[in-house]
């Protein structure tokens, strides 16, 4: 029965998380030289182990992440395609349960590694509090998780009591507002995953420039790394819209309602980092428009990558790659403005050819 699980959940929630996994591989370890990457591990390791607030946030991402796959596992399990797990309620309590934990075992196995590596750092450099408190972490996590899954597969003949009724209110959703809905309502762990992603970068940055004094430029380089780091969210909800297609083709939207609704989106999704940008930069107006224009351009410019590489995730890393160098170096250089206005002129342009051939 575990092989079984292995190769439906695993390689299903592998096949779905692998652009997430090279992401984050990229941000973490990509800009580091291949003869400096053990020197670099080996300190970021430490500096976990000896910042009781750098443990805490490994914490915090492991909970995170267990969350996910929590969820992705039960939305799995209750599809009829995978009505087949109930069968495993004819085992033991015991085999169940172990089977559960080799499952969430092998989900985690990238922070696992990672967090082994940290857990070894710690006890070698007498970091015994750390490297304690992080191993009973994992072991109280995955246990949990395993017990929680064995629960909702084996007691599912229970009914659930609902304590309070709340009244139902019918609110009318505009159009470019179903793509929020839809990642609040299904992608809410992604969402919070990314968000603080995008905050850590955008302070993480402001922190490593602070000796420059207040130089726009380095607020804007803050909000174009918080804008990438939301490409997964793009991803994903491009998938939702595709599923959906037949529906949103029908229904009478002209190009220009939709061209506005897809930038409605997708400011509204950054706008906690243009509200702090726009704090930082003196609510200049001259430079909160710099902001909207370059978030607005990088967007249109991830979502269209998408289908210009047919939804391929590596070579959609390849584009965020490109992507990123060019922001940094328009940034740098003072050119911010006129790579956000080519940006969105590519984005739009190549936006129109695609609404006229029916793909999008």
């Not at 267990?66 to 309620?89: A, D, E, G, M, R």
């Not at 191993?135 to 084996?154: D, E, N, P």
């Not at 949103?248 to 220009?256: C, D, E, M, T, V």
């Not at 609510?283 to 210009?308: D, E, H, K, P, Q």
Request: some cysteine.
């Amino acid at each position: 029965m575990l092989k079984l699980w292995i190769k439906t959940f695993g390689r299903e929630f592998f096949a779905q998380h692998a652009g997430l996994f090279f992401f984050l591989f990229y941000l973490i370890f990509g800009a580091v030289p291949t003869s400096q990457l053990k020197g670099y591990i080996l300190a970021l390791s430490i500096n976990i182990n000896s910042s009781p607030t750098a443990i805490s946030i490994f914490m915090l991402i492991i909970l995170l992440f267990s969350l996910k796959c929590l969820f992705f596992v039960q939305k799995l399990i209750n599809t009829p395609v995978y009505n087949f797990v109930k069968i495993s309620t004819a085992a033991s309590k015991k085999i169940q349960l172990q089977n559960w934990l080799v499952l969430y075992l092998f989900l985690h196995s990238p922070l696992i590694i990672f967090g082994l590596f940290i857990i070894g750092t710690g006890l070698y450099g007498h970091f015994y509090l750390s490297a304690a408190a992080l191993t009973g972490f994992m072991i109280l996590i995955f246990s949990s998780l395993s017990i929680i899954t064995y629960r909702h597969v084996t007691y599912t003949f229970k009914p659930v009591r609902q304590l309070i009724t709340l009244p139902e209110l019918s609110v009318r959703k505009p159009y470019w507002t179903w793509p929020l809905y839809y990642i609040l309502k299904e992608q809410p762990l992604t969402l919070i995953i990314c968000k603080i992603l995008s905050f850590f970068l955008f302070k993480a940055i402001i922190w490593m420039f602070t000796d420059n004094g207040s130089d726009v430029r380095i607020y804007l380089l803050s909000l174009m790394a918080a804008t990438i780091s939301h490409c997964i969210l793009i991803s994903i909800v491009l998938r939702f819209e595709k599923s959906k297609g037949n529906f949103i083709n029908s229904l009478p939207i002209n190009y220009s309602q939709r061209l506005i609704s897809l930038f409605g989106f997708l400011l509204a999704l950054l706008i906690p980092e243009l509200f702090f940008y726009s704090i930082l930069s003196g609510f200049t107006l001259l430079n909160i428009f710099s902001g909207i224009f370059l978030c607005a351009g990088i967007l249109i410019t991830l979502r269209m990558s998408l289908y210009l590489v047919n939804d391929d995730p590596e070579q959609y890393l390849k584009y965020i790659f490109i992507l990123l160098i060019s922001s940094i170096m328009a940034i740098i250089s003072g050119l911010d403005f006129p790579f956000s206005i080519m940006l969105l002129a590519s984005g739009i342009t190549y936006h129109r050819y695609l609404y006229k051939k029916n793909r999008l």
